[in-house]
């Protein structure tokens, strides 16, 4: 079923309204409007996993700008809906994402990218709160492999195939490919990977830590909705600090990693949901977080 959210994602971004039109707007996501380059539904036994399937196979998914655009119109419209406790972004089994699209780079100038902070809006995907899988079948490269990177955990296909091949068009990556790939794999692999253009499969990314799980290629998706659908049961409040707090491990030192996430910590202690799943243990019955 299509839940799609073009004009509620852009009544959302220029609406500064109270919570409550924020969410009537993340429920006209319902209203059946398609968007061009992806789907977005909502999947799961509760449908409380947000679904964006890149929608592009002619091109293999290559991420021209109007699906990225999109993709930040999505994202904002699932961030919103208090039903969706994660996001999971896929592509098809041949491609999960062939890179930006190379077309639609060819004729561009230094000027303009310079002058239009080229791709900055890519970045919308690392900010969204709420944790994001990606599940990658096929070709996931240059900047389909930094989408992929955006995302909070990674679930590969057994015949996924991940690269950074800018070098053979004469770029380098520019979605964050040298930074999260180095700090995903190591300096010598991301080096490797990044100079030659030489792309690695499952196996390789798994080993090296890139991705966390592998699964048959039929399997992946309802895999990873499954993960999807495992976070979301947990209180969204809690999950959502519990991210920032991971992710600070790779914007600071040791010391202020753990200074913020002691923080935090503290921090769930103010939450109704911490003293339920406390509760709940003490009296051997199963948590019913509210998300407060
Ligand atoms: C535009 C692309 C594309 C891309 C594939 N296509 N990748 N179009 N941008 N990135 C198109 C092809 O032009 C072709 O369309 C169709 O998809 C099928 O591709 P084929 O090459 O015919 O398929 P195949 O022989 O199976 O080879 C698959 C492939 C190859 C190995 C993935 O397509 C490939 O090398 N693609 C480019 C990968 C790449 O360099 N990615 C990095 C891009 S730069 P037509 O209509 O021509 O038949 C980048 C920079 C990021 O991502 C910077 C910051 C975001």
Not at 202 to 216: D, R, T
Request: with cysteine; charged share 25%; net charge positive.
């Amino acid at each position: 079923m299509a839940f799609v959210c073009r004009n509620a994602a852009a009544l959302l971004k220029t609406s500064r309204a109270a919570p409550t039109l924020v969410s009537a707007a993340a429920r006209l996501c319902s209203s059946g409007v398609q968007y061009e380059y992806i789907m977005v539904e909502k999947r799961g036994e509760k449908k409380n996993v947000g679904f964006i399937q890149l929608n592009r196979p002619k091109a293999l998914n290559a991420l021209c700008d109007g699906l990225m655009k999109e993709m930040g119109e999505a994202l904002d419209a699932l961030e919103s809906d208090r039903d969706v406790g994660a996001i999971v972004i896929t592509g098809s089994d041949r491609a999960f994402a062939a890179g930006a699209d190379i077309k639609e780079m060819q004729n561009q100038t230094f000027q303009k990218c310079f002058s239009g902070n080229f791709l900055a809006h890519w970045n919308r995907v690392s900010t969204v709160k709420k944790p994001v899988i990606a599940a990658v079948n096929g070709f996931a490269l240059g900047g389909g492999c930094e989408l992929a990177m955006m995302c909070d955990i990674i679930y590969a296909g057994e015949k996924a195939q991940f690269g950074q091949p800018e070098i053979l068009l004469g770029t380098i990556p520019g979605a964050g490919g040298t930074q999260r790939l180095t700090r995903a794999v190591g300096k010598s692999l991301a080096m490797e990977m990044v100079l030659t253009g030489d792309k690695i499969n499952a196996q390789e990314a798994k080993q090296s830590g890139l991705v966390s799980k592998i699964f048959p290629v039929d399997q992946l998706v309802s895999e990873a909705v499954k993960c999807g659908e495992k976070i979301a049961a947990n209180s969204k409040l809690v999950s959502a600090m519990a991210k920032e707090a991971v992710n600070a491990a790779f914007e600071m030192t040791l010391a202020e990693g753990n200074h913020m996430e002691k923080r935090l910590f503290h921090a769930t202690f103010a939450t109704d949901d911490r003293k339920e799943g406390m509760t709940a243990f003490v009296e051997k019955r199963k948590a019913n977080f509210q998300d407060k």
